[in-house]
């Protein structure tokens, strides 16, 4: 059974940091991108960052939307399955419930919401001002 678990939402003032986690199962990790996505109600889900993880040694693809650069950074732990995105120096409008989600063979800088294959649930950040 594929699984992705989106963790580390929460409730942080204006300037803070919060680490997400996506914990991937179920599918062969380095043979998918694995995106982050954000929604608020009633406006589209956006793609803030991607990562093609990679085994060893191997360099890394990633990507980052407008609202993601200088502030986030996504990385991957292969052993573990898992994808994180450091998200620093957090504003309110980066108040949304955020997804992971994960294409096979994907390109980072391509995905969209509607070719994604697998979701997490998603975790919420609310960010106050």
């Known amino acids: 059974e594929v699984q992705l678990q989106a963790s580390g939402g929460g409730l942080v003032q204006t300037g803070g940091s919060l680490r997400l986690s996506c914990a991937t199962s179920?599918?062969?990790?380095?043979?998918?991108?694995i995106g982050w996505f954000r929604q608020v109600p009633g406006k589209e889900r956006e793609h803030i960052s991607c990562?093609?993880?990679?085994?060893?040694?191997?360099?890394?693809?990633?990507w980052y939307g407008d609202s993601a650069k200088d502030r986030f950074r996504i990385s991957s732990d292969f052993a573990k399955s898992t994808v994180y995105l450091q998200m620093d120096s957090l504003k309110p409008a980066d108040t949304a419930k955020y997804y992971c989600?994960?294409?096979?063979?994907?390109?980072?800088?391509?995905?969209?919401?509607?070719?994604?294959?697998?979701w997490g649930k998603g975790t919420l950040v609310t960010v106050s001002s």
């Open positions: 989600a994960a294409v096979r063979g994907g390109v980072c800088r391509l995905l969209h919401p509607l070719g994604m294959d697998y």
């Open positions: 179920g599918f062969n990790f380095g043979h998918y991108a």
């Open positions: 990562i093609y993880p990679s085994e060893g040694d191997s360099e890394v693809e990633t």
